[in-house]
């Protein structure tokens, strides 16, 4: 029932199911339960003030065991979406704020990650200049996973491991219009280094910095 969820989550909902629910929208079954549900779990999901301070370590040991499976796979520095300064650190970063501070700030309650991104410069929790780093590698990386994916035909976040492969990425992604195609190449490589790093390097500073 109804009652019986919120009291689960009440008293026994974890971080990942906090992260989950920022996103969360009802599309089907009965529309007035589920948007009770979301109602009811507000304050589950935006917490109190005495609890806050678990939020970034609880984000980051969530990070660290994505990582851990990352490294397993050796995909760390291949997946687009969950490896290091991928968009899992992007979606991350966005959502630790939420719900550190979505209590006392209502307006940044948003599912979609770059009007959140606005919505915490408002409020200044996030620096301007870090929004607009965070928005242009998330456009970026964001690009290059549907790219990837339309050339497959099927759910994939993995680099190109391949010369070849990489190439025809970037041509994908547009680089070919100034260049050649070993300077295309090289451009697009260059710039996913640089995302992917200024990224993980914002991960870093900002949510260790919220949690000290």
């Keep these: 029932s109804l009652e019986d969820a919120l009291h689960y989550y009440a008293g026994r909902g974890r971080t ?37 301070g678990e939020v970034f370590p609880a984000i980051q040991a969530l990070r ?16 687009v979406k969950l490896g290091i300064g ?9 959502q630790a704020l939420q719900l550190r501070w979505g209590k006392a700030y209502p307006e940044i309650r948003d599912r979609q990650t770059l009007k959140a991104m606005v ?14 780093l965070l928005k242009e590698s998330y456009v970026f990386l964001r ?7 339309m050339v497959h035909e099927f759910q994939t976040h993995l680099f190109p491991s391949k010369t070849e492969e990489i190439a025809k990425c970037a041509v994908r992604m547009g680089y070919l219009k100034h260049a050649t195609g070993a300077q295309a190449m090289e451009a697009f490589l260059n710039d996913y280094r640089r995302h992917t790093t200024t ?8 949510l260790w910095s919220s949690a000290s």
């Design 199 to 206: 990224v993980h390097q914002l991960y870093e500073r900002i």
């Design 16 to 52: 990942w199911e906090r992260l989950a629910f920022l996103k969360a929208k009802p599309i089907a079954g009965n529309l007035r339960v589920g948007q009770s549900l979301i109602k009811g779990l507000t304050n589950f999901v935006y917490g109190n003030e005495e609890g806050e």
């Design 143 to 149: 690009n290059l996973e549907h790219k990837l994916q």
């Design 64 to 79: 660290s065991q994505i990582l851990t499976k990352m490294i397993r796979r050796g995909e760390v520095d291949r997946n």
């Design 86 to 94: 991928g968009i899992r650190e992007i979606e991350f970063i966005v």
């Design 119 to 132: 919505k915490l410069t408002h409020i200044k929790k996030l620096t301007a200049p870090d929004a607009r």
